[in-house]
């Protein structure tokens, strides 16, 4: 590997957009190819990559639309390439249909979702709209998608190699759930990785092309007979739930002696420690935690916590989406309180600190019951 | 300490870059910030504007409620944005091109000619250094050396203009002294 390729030291202090600092650590992790069509608020993804993946020897291709550009990662992927696409919302329903191919033909690859305000065409203004979308799988068909959920520049910057190394672990598409503010923004951030030499990377016992001297392999997704799809259904499900036993994520802060634990990723994550702090200051005990993994969603902890706290707040840019996954991980065992900003607005830290002092407040709340505390 | 900013302009006046600039500044003296774009739909000529925030501390959300500072570069960002100022926050605005006078009382005024000192020292795209020095001499946020040594790596292969550029800032903060 040339050294001259390798922009960033281990470690060095850089300032960046999120959307930039994934681009670059997807470069770092060892992607060579990425195909997409652009949208807000995800631009710069594309935009960095179109002279960073020729500084590196990889290939940019700006498609013709993003069903065309998902189906080039389908080849890239096929043939063993660490394959990258990005979208916002609109694009990735687009993308949609070869993801559900993608993951049916159990190949890795990475993708990223900066969401924006939806439904429809919505608007360009950060929001937390494809939560379902996301960790739903989001096509047709019995599948699973790994999300991770970054909340910083640095995350940002860190999870493609995580992703990447992850995704070929499981033979499994995994996807960035980030949203406009987390890619606009920028803030200093350092990789904690070295440069992956993609030379290094082992070559897959799966992959197709270059297939002289050995057996032709096929990656297909069409299976005629019931009987071997229904094997390859179940053959996926026991994957997943591999997946859902040996990789959760998240992260927990002041839940120690929290009276309330807010649940909440990304973006809302990060503003509600702002309420948590200013909390705190006030003698209000707020705890947080923050899946890190989307799917698998850490429930085991947020029963526990709930358990412990008997109420939980999840805090959302929607109307109420993560709360259901929240809801089944509380089964019935404390209260669950749910406050969301749809529409591209940004809940203040004062703001969640006020809903969730009026969750503390209340009695006789019926265990495991949405309570909705927007003035709708 | 923790500084919130509002930079406004018309797209074209660097408010944007001029952010980084000072985010950038705040990263050299191990400071924490966030820079936070208006993004989409904005193009030259059009509304643009950055919310910086330095502090000490942790920055949980990079979103300004009310501001510490607004530096406002033309009118309809002063009109915008002299209501998001904290009580006995400061705005600094660009009196070049800004004929009416601020309205709220229970603020803190700096009137600068940007424009005028900028062509001064032989480029008007340099206002938006001329601002960026009146606000570190005012707001201690970054120190001006931070500033000045960020500038070659922020303004990327425009070396022809970094005296330029330095000598707006000088020139800014000779307006608070």
């Known amino acids: ?376 | 300490m923790k500084q919130e900013i509002i930079l406004a302009g018309f797209g074209g006046q660097g408010v944007i870059k001029a952010g980084v600039l000072l985010a950038y500044a705040a990263m050299k003296e191990n400071k924490r910030c966030t820079h936070f774009p208006s993004y989409g739909a904005e193009m030259r000529g059009g509304t643009a504007n950055c919310s910086v925030i330095i502090s000490d501390s942790l920055i949980s959300s990079p979103v300004i409620g009310e501001a510490d500072t607004v530096i406002a570069m033309n009118e309809p960002s002063l009109i915008k944005f002299e209501p998001r100022l904290k009580k006995g926050g400061l705005l600094i605005y660009n009196s070049s091109i800004i004929a009416s006078k601020p309205k709220r009382s229970d603020i803190e005024l700096l009137a600068v000619p940007a424009n005028e000192i900028a062509e001064s020292v032989g480029s008007a795209k340099s206002a938006n250094m001329v601002v960026v020095g009146a606000y570190i001499a005012k707001i201690k946020a970054v120190s001006p050396e931070s500033v000045k040594s960020s500038i070659p790596i922020v303004f990327p292969g425009k070396e022809a203009f970094l005296t330029i550029n330095i000598n707006a800032i000088d020139k800014g903060m000779a307006v608070v002294k």
Request: aromatic content about 10%; some cysteine; overall charge negative.
């Open chain 1, 1 to 376: 590997m040339n050294p001259d390729i390798i922009k960033y030291k281990t470690g060095e202090k850089i300032l960046l957009k999120g959307n930039e600092a994934f681009a670059e650590g997807t470069v770092r992790a060892g992607c060579r190819f990425f195909s997409g069509y652009p949208i807000t608020p995800q631009n710069e993804i594309p935009e960095y990559l179109s002279w960073r993946l020729f500084e590196v020897g990889g290939t940019f291709i700006q498609a013709e639309s993003e069903v065309s550009a998902i189906n080039m990662i389908y080849g890239a992927a096929a043939c063993g390439a660490r394959a990258l696409t990005s979208s916002s919302g609109p694009g990735i329903s687009l993308k949609q249909e070869g993801i559900s191919y993608i993951a049916a033909a159990e190949l890795p690859f990475l993708y990223a979702n900066v969401m924006r305000g939806g439904p429809g065409l919505g608007n360009i203004a950060p929001c937390q709209s494809d939560y379902f979308q996301a960790t739903r799988g989001g096509g047709h068909g019995d599948y699973r998608i790994i999300v991770l959920a970054p909340d910083s520049a640095y995350e940002m910057g860190n999870f493609p190699k995580l992703a990447y190394d992850t995704a070929e672990k499981y033979r499994n598409p995994c996807m960035i759930l980030a949203d406009g503010l987390i890619g606009q923004m920028m803030e200093p951030l350092e990789f904690n990785f070295d440069f992956v030499d993609v030379e290094k990377i082992p070559t897959k016992d799966y992959v197709v092309g270059n297939c002289k001297g050995r057996e032709m392999r096929v990656i297909n997704t069409l299976h005629m007979s019931t009987d071997i799809l229904e094997k390859h259904n179940w053959d996926l499900y026991r994957k997943y739930e591999k997946i859902k036993s040996e990789f959760t994520l998240f992260e927990e802060k002041y839940t120690d002696d929290a009276d309330i634990v807010i649940v909440a990723y990304g973006t809302a994550a990060r503003i509600s420690m702002a309420a948590i702090m200013k909390g705190r200051e006030q003698g209000i005990k707020i705890g947080l935690l923050r899946p890190i993994t989307l799917w698998p969603f850490p429930e085991k902890i947020i029963s526990q916590l709930a358990q412990k706290t008997g109420k939980v707040l999840a805090v959302e840019m929607n109307t109420g989406q993560l709360v259901e996954d929240v809801q089944m991980a509380v089964n019935g065992k404390a209260e669950v309180y749910f406050y969301g900003r749809p529409g591209g607005n940004i809940p203040t830290g004062d703001e969640i600190l006020g809903v969730a002092k009026e969750a503390l407040k209340m009695k006789n709340v019926e265990p495991g019951r949405i309570n909705v505390l927007n003035k709708i």
